[in-house]
């Protein structure tokens, strides 16, 4: 293992993997709340980037921590809404996955 | 006199002396420290669990007038390492059309959970692995993998019993966590602090205990504690009568028997975080040097503990939306209550600390 | 003290609340909480009293309610001699009352609604006495009218009593419409409200003329309908279908007397203006004689007395009307005391044979003594016999006519037809053999709580009328009065005259209905289209029938007719002309505009059936090309 | 530089913790296997952030992100789908070209961040971070802060609106 010490760009390295393979969940799952999990990965990856920055670049600042800390809350928000929306759709269309969900077109 | 603290620091600067003496690198040390802290950790808690489980037991049969165990040893006191054993040579059912490895994970998880809080928590004057200065947060953010334990349980054993018993489990716990957190928000407001060791050291004497200060946030955590042990009256996760057993329906031997035991770890962690937010922790009552730190510690865990198993011989089970109702539309208002009287208290005595 | 007098009429609002928002479900506590109010109201006006006679002098207290320019309303008290003695009547009288219904309300269902009902009229009528000034007096007028509209149709589920009520209501509205166009005259001769200043205005001279005569008579179109002058008097006979108490109470003693003691109260303007003084002395006495002459013939136990009270009623409007001050007042109180008592007793024979109509009753005294005994004193009082209170007082009011001849005989005439009718009562209740035997069997005396009431008035009905004795040095007449106090000596020319006509009212009836000598039959054989006539109250109804609701019914029903084919048709016409009118448009507007707006609609319509294609309506095939196009900018940026 | 230090290990340990977690949690056909490994790569990343000084905010992720979000995916898993559940396709017919763009912009990403030099800030973090957090949410931040907790009531009540049955 090479002994290089774990710096911005490693936090950074780990973000971007993870926000990819939130993305390709969100792209490609069928069920409505397995996309809303991929989201969630997302929005994580994100808020690793912004501690990081946080840590490495401002330490004193501390705005990417407050800026994660947001993130957080309004990840809660959102969960909830989005949930509540999927189990209105369970109801409605008897089954979450999201491409018969269709309605919106021609 | 009997602190603890001196042995303790004897002992490990030894190990760290001979494992160096053999040459082995730094990181490893401390791995290794880390570990042994782990497992006394593990030791010191199940062996009050274990002691926790007798007393239930003699506890129960005092309040119904009889005896209880009494053969294994005296007045049975080994009576529940025996009922370990007797558990563990038990044959592992593992039903069929269960969800194999959520069903295995499920009381791993709440076991591990379950210990992980003892991490922060001042057992006695220097006793305490971690000061993490969000302590508090610590607790209250750990305590929430039981639920994703009992909710895997739930799901695992592929039995609608089970999976009610989950479903009940999450939305009390989920629910109660609101105003339990909420009513431990006035003690960090007078404190100004979330590391327990601070506020243990606040509490230096009887009259400075925070029970004095908070005594509506006590209650209404005392009450949304019971309920997040999912201790009688609150306990529907499980209710016998009405779901089997709800999510232990499907376990069997060892796997049942760490459900069992974490049960009786949140009840000690529940009469743990009441005693050192609101009754001083490990300090005497009557100054900072007055007797064993942790003899003050474990006889008002205690207490607290035996009013939690009084509890339970006293009051029957709520109703499901009685038991929502009364978090959301009693508790909750209340703990807003709190800490808008506290805020105005602290605007108004400020200096009160 | 005085000026803490608000908390007598406080006390009984404060029970009705307790009773209608709390104690509702509970009956004794209702009942007691009403009874103990209303007693203790009844210490205070006696202590209230006692202030008084020391000292006459109106006392005023008052304070701004509202503000409007250069007037205001005021909240204010007023106690002379006549609030206190106004007072100590109508607090009695409800005590006693509250106190007999706990009998003969019992077993009610809605026990406690009528204490809160009888309640709420003790802080009206209460609070109308102590009144300081038109607006508020005005106020409690019609708050006194709700509850009578209340308690005659507290039985609601007669529709007799539910129809009484209506009537009640809305005849006495037609006299308030009088009293409140007269308090806006008042207001707008005076520019002020309260009593003292208008009675100042008077005096002085700039409240004077047929402006003051117009004012006189509309306000008195006030008392016309509370106190059931002739012709607004055909709702009391009726009002009886309400709880006996309730008639006792509001109907004889208390609420009819208000008119009487709004008069008493506005005397000034009467005495300030003769024309007016003389429409409300005569009045009063074609009010006393008709309804005297109706009373004569009635069956129903209950209407008599209420005729009684009409006329009775006549009788003090007449001597206010003629100035009388104290002899009106006078009688106004003895009279709330017996009539309340002739009531009560009525109250207690009903609840004993469960009939109204005395042709059902007869030797009723032997089965009730202690009923039998009060309803004597009672009626030995109002027919003016010596010593009883009725004497004394009548005698004063007869003695006011003095310079009046007609109105004398009349008042005479009435006063015998009075002993006469209360005696026939009587007689056929309580002597004799009884004519329904079945009824009789079952009649028993009345419980404690109901005796013991009509125990305390009859005690009243005797002695009250003591303290008017003339030749007291301190009595009533230098207590209550208007102006200067007048030492009425006692006539005995007319006292002489008044007992004997009484006597033989008295001695008449004893002939006809204990006696027989004169059979009653014959009589009404003798004298069949007056008996007729009377027997049909004068045909008042009727006429009233006749007058106004059927002409009300007619113009209503032209006005449906002219609704329906005036208006309906100009209506409908041009309903119909806009119908054309739209047919033409919409011609227009689907061949040539809509003709228009296709075209292009079709055209783009083709256009957006081909590229709808691209359109797959999932959401993730939309993000996968956004998250495509982004990278893609990125890329080539 | 031969040793291993223990803070290196662990930060490689936490990512392939955090990685493997997410590629399970999407790529799982059992939603509820998916849940469970969200809550893993959650509990994770509170580790990371550990790692970063962040204790309040790993704090807060593990009460929010596992102790209501995870939570209520679950929830949501329980309600709206049966054990037995047997899907044909858990992915939808456009897995493969997702897969390329994802490759695609994964590649773009590492060839960005591999070598980027960011100008590092030597100043060390300070050890308590919550207190200096709180004041600044109080102080600072206070307007965000409190549209945040707006943004909370709204999402809760249409939630309950949205949620309950008609």
Same mark, same amino acid.
């Given at each position: 293992?090479?002994?290089?010490?774990?710096?911005?760009?490693?936090?950074?390295?780990?973000?971007?993997?993870?926000?990819?393979?939130?993305?390709?969940?969100?792209?490609?799952?069928?069920?409505?709340?397995?996309?809303?999990?991929?989201?969630?990965?997302?929005?994580?990856?994100?808020?690793?980037?912004?501690?990081?920055?946080?840590?490495?670049?401002?330490?004193?600042?501390?705005?990417?921590?407050?800026?994660?800390?947001?993130?957080?809350?309004?990840?809660?928000?959102?969960?909830?809404?989005?949930?509540?929306?999927?189990?209105?759709?369970?109801?409605?269309?008897?089954?979450?996955?999201?491409?018969?969900?269709?309605?919106?077109?021609? | 006199?009997?602190?603890?603290?001196?042995?303790?620091?004897?002992?490990?600067?030894?190990?760290?002396?001979?494992?160096?003496?053999?040459?082995?690198?730094?990181?490893?040390?401390?791995?290794?420290?880390?570990?042994?802290?782990? +497992?006394?950790?593990?030791?010191?808690?199940?062996?009050?669990?274990?002691?926790? +489980?007798?007393?239930?037991?003699?506890?129960?049969?005092?309040?119904?007038?009889?005896?209880?165990?009494?053969?294994?040893?005296?007045?049975?006191?080994?009576?529940?390492?025996?009922?370990?054993?007797?558990?563990?040579?038990?044959?592992?059912?593992?039903?069929?059309?269960?969800? =194999?490895?959520?069903?295995?994970?499920?009381?791993?998880?709440?076991?591990?959970?379950?210990?992980?809080?003892?991490?922060?928590?001042?057992?006695?004057?220097?006793?305490?692995?971690?000061?993490?200065?969000?302590?508090?947060?610590?607790?209250?953010?750990?305590?929430?993998?039981?639920?994703?334990?009992?909710?895997?349980?739930?799901?695992?054993?592929?039995?609608?019993?089970?999976?009610?018993?989950? =479903?009940?489990?999450?939305?009390?716990?989920?629910?109660?966590?609101?105003?339990?957190?909420?009513?431990?928000?006035?003690?960090?407001?007078?404190?100004?602090?979330?590391?327990?060791?601070?506020? +243990?050291?606040?509490?230096?004497?009887?009259?400075?205990?925070?029970?004095?200060?908070?005594?509506?946030?006590?209650?209404?955590?005392?009450?949304?504690?019971?309920?997040?042990?999912?201790?009688?009256?609150?306990?529907?996760?499980?209710?016998?009568?009405?779901?089997?057993?709800?999510?232990?329906?499907?376990?069997?031997?060892?796997?049942?028997?760490?459900? =069992?035991?974490?049960? =009786?770890?949140?009840?000690?962690?529940?009469? +743990?975080?009441?005693?050192?937010?609101?009754?001083?922790?490990?300090?005497?009552?009557?100054?900072?040097?007055?007797?064993?730190?942790?003899?003050?510690?474990?006889?008002?865990?205690?207490?607290?503990?035996?009013?939690?198993?009084?509890?339970?011989?006293?009051?029957?089970?709520?109703?499901?939306?009685?038991?929502?109702?009364?978090?959301?539309?009693?508790?909750?208002?209340?703990?807003?209550?709190?800490?808008?009287?506290?805020?105005?208290?602290?605007?108004?005595?400020?200096?009160?600390? | 003290?005085?000026?803490?007098?608000?908390?007598?009429?406080?006390?009984?609002?404060?029970?009705?609340? $307790?009773?209608?928002?709390?104690?509702?479900?509970?009956?004794?506590?209702?009942?007691?909480?009403?009874?103990?109010?209303?007693?203790?109201?009844?210490?205070?006006?006696?202590?209230?009293?006692?202030?008084?006679?020391?000292?006459?002098?109106?006392?005023?207290?008052?304070?701004?309610?509202?503000?409007?320019?250069?007037?205001?309303?005021?909240?204010? %008290?007023?106690?002379?001699?006549?609030?206190?003695?106004?007072?100590?009547?109508?607090?009695?009288?409800?005590?006693?009352?509250?106190?007999?219904?706990?009998?003969?309300?019992?077993?009610?269902?809605?026990?406690?609604?009528?204490?809160?009902?009888?309640?709420?009229?003790?802080?009206?009528?209460?609070?109308?006495?102590?009144?300081?000034?038109?607006?508020?007096?005005?106020?409690?007028?019609?708050?006194?009218?709700?509850?009578?509209?209340?308690?005659?149709?507290?039985?609601?589920?007669?529709?007799?009593?539910?129809?009484?009520?209506?009537?009640?209501?809305?005849?006495?509205?037609?006299?308030?419409?009088?009293?409140?166009?007269?308090?806006?005259?008042?207001?707008?001769?005076?520019?002020? $409200?309260?009593?003292?200043?208008?009675?100042?205005?008077?005096?002085?001279?700039?409240?004077?003329?047929?402006? $003051?005569?117009?004012?006189?008579?509309?306000?008195?179109?006030?008392?016309?309908?509370?106190?059931?002058?002739?012709?607004?008097?055909?709702?009391?006979?009726?009002?009886?279908?309400?709880?006996?108490?309730?008639?006792? $109470?509001?109907?004889?003693?208390?609420?009819?007397?208000?008119?009487?003691?709004?008069?008493?109260?506005?005397?000034?303007?009467?005495?300030?203006?003769?024309?007016?003084?003389?429409?409300?002395?005569?009045?009063?006495?074609?009010?006393?004689?008709?309804?005297?002459?109706?009373?004569?013939?009635?069956?129903?136990?209950?209407?008599?007395?209420?005729?009684?009270?009409?006329?009775?009623?006549?009788?003090?409007?007449?001597?206010?009307?003629?100035?009388?001050?104290?002899?009106?007042?006078?009688?106004?109180?003895?009279?709330?005391?017996?009539?309340? %008592?002739?009531?009560?007793?009525?109250?207690?024979?009903?609840?004993?044979?469960?009939?109204?109509?005395?042709?059902?009753?007869?030797?009723?005294?032997?089965?009730?003594?202690?009923?039998?005994?009060?309803?004597?004193?009672?009626?030995?009082?109002?027919?003016?016999?010596?010593?009883?209170?009725?004497?004394?007082?009548?005698?004063?009011?007869?003695?006011?006519?003095?310079?009046?001849?007609?109105?004398?005989?009349?008042?005479?005439?009435?006063?015998?037809?009075?002993?006469?009718?209360?005696?026939?009562?009587?007689?056929?209740?309580?002597?004799?053999?009884?004519?329904?035997?079945?009824?009789?069997?079952?009649?028993?005396?009345?419980?404690?709580?109901?005796?013991?009431?009509?125990?305390?008035?009859?005690?009243?009905?005797?002695?009250?009328?003591?303290?008017?004795?003339?030749?007291?040095?301190?009595?009533?007449?230098?207590?209550?009065?208007?102006?200067?106090?007048?030492?009425?000596?006692?006539?005995?020319?007319?006292?002489?005259?008044?007992?004997?006509?009484?006597?033989?009212?008295?001695?008449?009836?004893?002939?006809?209905?204990?006696?027989?000598?004169?059979?009653?039959?014959?009589?009404?054989?003798?004298?069949?289209?007056?008996?007729?006539?009377?027997?049909?109250?004068?045909?008042?109804?009727?006429?009233?029938?006749?007058?106004?609701?059927?002409?009300?019914?007619?113009?209503?029903?032209?006005?449906?007719?002219?609704?329906?084919?005036?208006?309906?048709?100009?209506?409908?016409?041009?309903?119909?002309?806009?119908?054309?009118?739209?047919?033409?448009?919409?011609?227009?507007?689907?061949?040539?505009?809509?003709?228009?707006?296709?075209?292009?609609?079709?055209?783009?319509?083709?256009?957006?059936?081909?590229?709808?294609?691209?359109?797959?309506?999932?959401?993730?095939?939309?993000?996968?090309?956004?998250?495509?196009?982004?990278?893609?900018?990125?890329?080539?940026? | 530089?031969?040793?291993?230090?223990?803070?290196?290990?662990?930060?490689?340990?936490?990512?392939?913790?955090?990685?493997?977690?997410?590629?399970?949690?999407?790529?799982?056909?059992? @939603?509820?296997?998916?849940?469970?490994?969200?809550?893993?790569?959650?509990?994770?990343?509170?580790?990371?952030?550990?790692?970063?000084?962040?204790?309040?905010?790993?704090?807060?992720?593990?009460?929010?992100?596992?102790?209501?979000?995870?939570?209520?995916?679950?929830?949501?898993?329980?309600?709206?789908?049966?054990?037995?559940?047997?899907?044909?396709?858990?992915?939808?017919?456009?897995?493969?070209?997702?897969?390329?763009?994802?490759?695609?912009?994964?590649?773009?990403?590492?060839?960005?961040?591999?070598?980027?030099?960011?100008?590092?800030?030597?100043?060390?973090?300070?050890?308590?971070?919550?207190?200096?957090?709180?004041?600044?949410?109080?102080?600072?931040?206070?307007?965000?802060?409190?549209?945040?907790?707006?943004?909370?009531?709204?999402? @809760?009540?249409?939630?309950?609106?949205?949620?309950?049955?008609?």
């Amino acid at each position: 293992m090479d002994q290089v010490p774990i710096g911005l760009n490693h936090y950074l390295m780990l973000s971007g993997v993870l926000f990819t393979v939130g993305i390709f969940g969100v792209l490609t799952r069928r069920n409505a709340i397995a996309v809303l999990m991929s989201t969630e990965l997302m929005f994580n990856a994100a808020n690793i980037a912004l501690v990081a920055f946080s840590r490495f670049v401002t330490p004193a600042a501390l705005t990417g921590q407050i800026v994660a800390m947001f993130t957080i809350i309004v990840a809660a928000a959102e969960a909830t809404v989005a949930l509540a929306i999927v189990l209105l759709i369970y109801r409605s269309f008897k089954g979450i996955n999201v491409d018969r969900i269709n309605f919106m077109k021609w | 006199m009997l602190e603890l603290r001196g042995i303790i620091d004897a002992i490990w600067s030894f190990i760290v002396g001979l494992l160096a003496g053999l040459g082995i690198p730094q990181w490893a040390i401390e791995l290794v420290g880390y570990a042994l802290i782990a +497992v006394v950790m593990f030791g010191v808690v199940a062996v009050i669990v274990l002691f926790l +489980v007798w007393w239930e037991r003699k506890v129960s049969a005092k309040m119904q007038d009889r005896l209880g165990p009494m053969r294994v040893g005296w007045h049975g006191i080994i009576q529940t390492i025996a009922d370990a054993i007797k558990l563990l040579q038990k044959e592992d059912i593992t039903p069929k059309a269960i969800d =194999f490895p959520i069903h295995f994970w499920a009381p791993v998880v709440t076991f591990v959970a379950a210990f992980m809080v003892y991490v922060t928590v001042p057992f006695g004057k220097g006793l305490i692995v971690s000061d993490l200065s969000v302590g508090v947060l610590y607790i209250i953010a750990i305590t929430t993998f039981t639920v994703i334990g009992l909710l895997m349980a739930g799901w695992g054993s592929n039995n609608k019993y089970s999976l009610l018993g989950g =479903f009940r489990s999450a939305a009390q716990v989920v629910s109660y966590e609101v105003p339990l957190s909420l009513a431990l928000l006035g003690v960090i407001m007078i404190s100004q602090t979330l590391s327990l060791g601070t506020i +243990v050291t606040q509490q230096d004497n009887l009259l400075k205990w925070y029970v004095w200060r908070q005594p509506l946030g006590f209650l209404i955590f005392w009450i949304a504690a019971t309920a997040e042990c999912n201790r009688t009256p609150f306990d529907l996760p499980e209710a016998d009568s009405e779901l089997v057993a709800g999510f232990v329906t499907e376990y069997s031997g060892m796997k049942f028997a760490m459900f =069992f035991l974490a049960e =009786f770890v949140n009840m000690f962690t529940a009469s +743990v975080v009441a005693v050192t937010l609101f009754f001083g922790g490990w300090m005497s009552p009557f100054g900072p040097d007055f007797g064993p730190s942790w003899m003050w510690f474990l006889g008002k865990t205690m207490f607290f503990v035996f009013v939690l198993m009084w509890f339970r011989w006293t009051y029957p089970r709520l109703r499901v939306d009685q038991l929502m109702g009364f978090a959301w539309k009693v508790l909750l208002p209340l703990a807003f209550l709190n800490i808008l009287l506290t805020g105005l208290g602290i605007y108004l005595f400020d200096g009160l600390k | 003290m005085l000026q803490n007098a608000w908390i007598i009429p406080a006390l009984p609002l404060a029970a009705t609340v $307790l009773i209608i928002f709390g104690t509702h479900r509970n009956r004794a506590v209702s009942s007691g909480i009403s009874i103990a109010a209303i007693v203790s109201g009844f210490i205070y006006a006696v202590a209230i009293l006692f202030n008084v006679l020391h000292d006459h002098g109106p006392h005023e207290f008052y304070f701004k309610w509202l503000d409007f320019g250069s007037w205001h309303l005021q909240i204010g %008290l007023l106690i002379d001699p006549l609030t206190a003695v106004m007072l100590l009547v109508v607090t009695i009288v409800s005590s006693c009352v509250q106190i007999y219904s706990l009998g003969y309300m019992h077993g009610d269902p809605r026990f406690s609604r009528y204490f809160a009902y009888i309640s709420l009229f003790s802080f009206s009528m209460l609070g109308l006495v102590l009144s300081n000034n038109f607006a508020m007096i005005f106020i409690f007028w019609e708050l006194v009218g709700l509850t009578s509209y209340l308690l005659i149709g507290f039985w609601f589920e007669k529709k007799s009593a539910s129809d009484a009520g209506k009537k009640a209501f809305i005849t006495t509205r037609a006299g308030d419409l009088g009293f409140i166009v007269g308090i806006l005259i008042t207001l707008y001769a005076c520019g002020t $409200l309260n009593f003292g200043e208008v009675f100042t205005k008077i005096e002085t001279g700039v409240f004077a003329g047929g402006l $003051l005569t117009a004012a006189g008579i509309f306000l008195f179109c006030g008392a016309v309908g509370k106190s059931a002058q002739f012709p607004l008097h055909v709702w009391l006979p009726d009002a009886m279908e309400g709880p006996t108490p309730v008639s006792a $109470l509001i109907h004889a003693a208390t609420m009819v007397a208000a008119g009487v003691y709004l008069v008493a109260r506005i005397l000034t303007i009467y005495i300030a203006s003769e024309s007016a003084g003389m429409v409300v002395a005569v009045i009063g006495i074609t009010t006393s004689f008709m309804a005297a002459s109706i009373g004569l013939v009635q069956n129903d136990i209950k209407r008599v007395l209420a005729y009684s009270t009409v006329s009775q009623l006549g009788y003090m409007i007449m001597a206010l009307g003629l100035g009388a001050y104290t002899a009106g007042t006078f009688h106004l109180m003895t009279h709330a005391f017996f009539k309340a %008592l002739l009531f009560l007793a009525a109250g207690s024979v009903i609840h004993a044979v469960h009939t109204n109509d005395m042709q059902e009753m007869g030797g009723l005294g032997k089965k009730m003594k202690i009923t039998a005994l009060t309803m004597f004193i009672a009626s030995f009082s109002i027919a003016g016999i010596f010593p009883l209170s009725g004497f004394w007082s009548k005698d004063e009011i007869v003695a006011s006519t003095s310079g009046h001849p007609i109105f004398m005989v009349l008042t005479l005439m009435v006063a015998f037809m009075t002993a006469f009718y209360m005696f026939r009562l009587c007689f056929l209740t309580f002597t004799g053999g009884p004519r329904d035997q079945h009824k009789f069997d079952h009649a028993h005396e009345s419980p404690k709580t109901m005796t013991v009431p009509l125990m305390v008035l009859a005690f009243l009905a005797i002695f009250a009328g003591w303290v008017g004795i003339p030749w007291l040095s301190h009595g009533f007449s230098s207590f209550v009065y208007h102006g200067e106090p007048h030492h009425a000596a006692f006539h005995f020319d007319i006292a002489g005259i008044s007992l004997f006509v009484g006597l033989s009212g008295i001695g008449l009836a004893y002939l006809m209905y204990y006696k027989g000598t004169i059979s009653p039959d014959k009589v009404a054989a003798r004298f069949r289209p007056l008996y007729t006539l009377l027997y049909n109250k004068y045909y008042f109804d009727e006429i009233y029938d006749a007058i106004f609701v059927q002409p009300l019914y007619a113009i209503c029903d032209f006005w449906f007719w002219f609704d329906q084919h005036i208006i309906d048709g100009l209506v409908n016409g041009a309903a119909t002309l806009t119908l054309w009118w739209s047919i033409a448009k919409n011609w227009f507007d689907v061949y040539i505009i809509d003709g228009a707006v296709n075209g292009a609609g079709y055209t783009i319509r083709g256009t957006g059936s081909i590229l709808r294609f691209a359109q797959t309506g999932r959401l993730q095939n939309y993000a996968l090309i956004i998250f495509a196009g982004v990278i893609l900018i990125w890329f080539l940026r | 530089m031969t040793e291993i230090s223990l803070t290196n290990l662990t930060f490689y340990i936490l990512s392939f913790c955090i990685i493997a977690g997410g590629i399970f949690t999407v790529s799982s056909r059992n @939603l509820f296997h998916s849940a469970v490994f969200l809550v893993f790569t959650l509990f994770s990343v509170a580790g990371m952030f550990v790692m970063l000084n962040a204790y309040l905010l790993a704090a807060i992720q593990v009460l929010i992100y596992v102790g209501a979000v995870a939570m209520l995916m679950i929830f949501g898993v329980m309600l709206t789908t049966r054990l037995a559940d047997v899907r044909l396709r858990h992915v939808n017919e456009q897995s493969w070209p997702a897969l390329a763009i994802c490759g695609f912009f994964l590649a773009f990403l590492v060839y960005g961040l591999w070598d980027t030099p960011f100008t590092v800030s030597g100043v060390p973090m300070p050890a308590d971070t919550a207190h200096a957090l709180g004041t600044l949410l109080m102080t600072k931040y206070v307007l965000p802060f409190e549209v945040v907790s707006l943004l909370l009531l709204a999402a @809760l009540v249409g939630a309950v609106v949205i949620a309950k049955k008609d």
